[in-house]
Structures are given as C-alpha cells and as structure tokens.
C-alpha cells in the first residue's frame, strides 16, 4: 500500500487509511496505537481493551493487549501477512438487499454453486478471526465462556457475549416498542419460538470458527415455519443443486422492520447473504455504519 494514497485520512485517531478509522470509531471503548512499519510497509496497530465489558461484578480494571497489521483491512499478526490472499476484508460490503433469484443468469446459478460447494467452503479464503479474537477473548472456549452472559430476547431465554447485550437490548426495546402499536409486527414477535446465540462450533464445511462461537450471532427460529425455506444448507439437503432458486416469497423472514432495527444497532441479516441464512444476525457494525 502508498503510504499517502486517496485511501488516506486525519482524524483524531491520526493520519490513517480511511477504513482504519471506521474500524476504530466502530469500537470506541478500544485502544489503538498505530505507526507505519517500514520493514514491511504496513501499518502496525497496538491494540487495549478492558478484559470485562459491562459486568459491574468485576473489582478489578484488567486489559487484554494485541498487535496485528492492516494488511488491506484484513488485521492480521505479522506471522500471517505472508498468507493474506487466504483472508478476506473485515470490512466488505454488506448487501443490504436481498438477491432475487428471478434475476439470476445461468452463470450467476453456477458461480453460486461452485461458492456453495463443500470442496470450495473447505479452501476457500474467509473473515480472519485475529481481531475478534482480541476483541471477544475467543482463544479458546474456556477463555470465552467467562464473557458469555445469560439474557432473554423478546422473552425467549439466550446466551450472548457480553460486549453486545447493549445493543441486543435496545434492539429489543426498539422492536418492543413497535409492535405496542404494529399489529403485524406484534404477530411476527409473537410468532417466534426461540432466540440462539451462543455455541461454540465451526462453520460448516470449514475449519473457521462460526461468529454463534463469540456469542455475537442470533437465531431467531419462528414457532413453525409452514413450509418457508430458512437455510440454504437444508434447501440443499431438500431441493438439490437449485437451493439458490428458493423464491423469495417462498422463504420465511422476521419482516423488514425487524430487520431494519437489527441493522441500525449494528447487526447484519444473513438474509442478504447469496448463501441464505434468514433466521441469522450478526454483530457486525463495520458492515453497517457509515463513517
């Protein structure tokens, strides 16, 4: 990368790449320390943070520390900036819309194919998890586990991490609040069945840790889904090689105000992911602020 190139922007974080400064302001309550490494012409980035987020039980103010490089918005640690080309952005663009399978061409079918293919999820590059892994203490299960909390959503019991029971609850509030008023909203809330977050497993078909692991992914399943597809592993598994051409009316959704609020707290839908995940949010402000 230039080191003074049109990516480049002052702020008070400093004269760092525009993208940086997104991630930063995304999570404030992080400190980072950042200068141009000239060894390997990349940013280096000094990151603390609080060990405990939101927990009033805890005595004691310890931090957690981590270094990692920028690496084109990847953030990863100097011993893995050989291997970049394995590791997508942090911060790609979301697509707040969901593709309409009617507008598909035969070579959008099989590109969506051959992404959706066991082989290519086995090799294919993916989030890297250095940041989140400082940022959640997801080390391990152990290690995490001390952060994940108990709580209810929409009155269905849950476990999340703690750094987001803020904004789940004023997604809830929100939502709540709505549907006082909403009586379709209030149906769509009464129709749920249940609100999983926490679990610590990988990705299907990879070696990657799924965001369920950071707590900081939600399921929200309906009471029944009458038919609806949900999952495009179970359309798969249900309708072969033509999973990608579920109809969208014909999938279940928790309705666009819900999702809408969910985005204005930070979370993205899986909805809108061309490997369809309707039941499916995540904690990602990254994706959905604009800075």
């Avoid at 892994?133 to 299960?141: I, P, T």
């Avoid at 309708?239 to 993205?268: A, Q, S, V």
Wanted: a positive charge; proline letters at 4%; one cysteine or more.
């Amino acid at each position: 990368m230039m080191l003074y190139d049109h990516e480049m922007r002052f702020s008070k974080f400093g004269f760092y790449p525009k993208k940086l400064i997104s991630l930063m302001r995304c999570y404030p309550d992080v400190e980072y320390k950042a200068h141009f490494d000239l060894s390997v012409w990349d940013w280096e980035i000094y990151l603390t943070a609080n060990i405990f987020e939101n927990r009033p039980d805890q005595k004691y103010n310890a931090k957690k520390h981590a270094t990692l490089y920028w690496a084109d918005g990847r953030m990863l640690p100097r011993s893995e900036l050989s291997n970049k080309s394995k590791y997508w952005s942090l911060q790609y663009k979301y697509n707040d819309s969901t593709p309409d399978p009617k507008n598909f061409t035969r070579e959008d079918i099989e590109r969506i194919k051959e992404f959706g293919s066991s082989e290519n999820r086995k090799n294919q590059a993916g989030s890297p998890m250095f940041f989140f892994d400082f940022l959640y203490s997801a080390r391990s299960r152990i290690i995490i586990e001390d952060h994940v909390v108990k709580t209810s959503f929409l009155g269905k019991k849950t476990k999340v991490h703690e750094r987001i029971v803020p904004a789940l609850k004023n997604v809830e509030k929100t939502i709540l609040k709505a549907a006082a008023t909403d009586s379709e909203l209030k149906a769509i809330v009464e129709s749920f069945g249940s609100a999983d977050a926490y679990h610590w497993r990988e990705i299907r078909d990879t070696s990657r840790k799924s965001f369920h692991s950071y707590g900081i992914a939600l399921d929200i399943l309906p009471k029944k889904l009458k038919g609806k597809a949900i999952y495009w592993s179970w359309e798969k598994d249900r309708r072969g090689e033509k999973w990608m051409l579920t109809p969208l009316e014909e999938r279940w959704t928790p309705g666009k105000k819900i999702i809408k609020i969910f985005e204005n707290n930070g979370f993205i839908w899986g909805g809108n992911w061309i490997i369809f995940d309707c039941m499916h949010f995540e904690y990602h402000p990254e994706l959905v602020n604009k800075f």
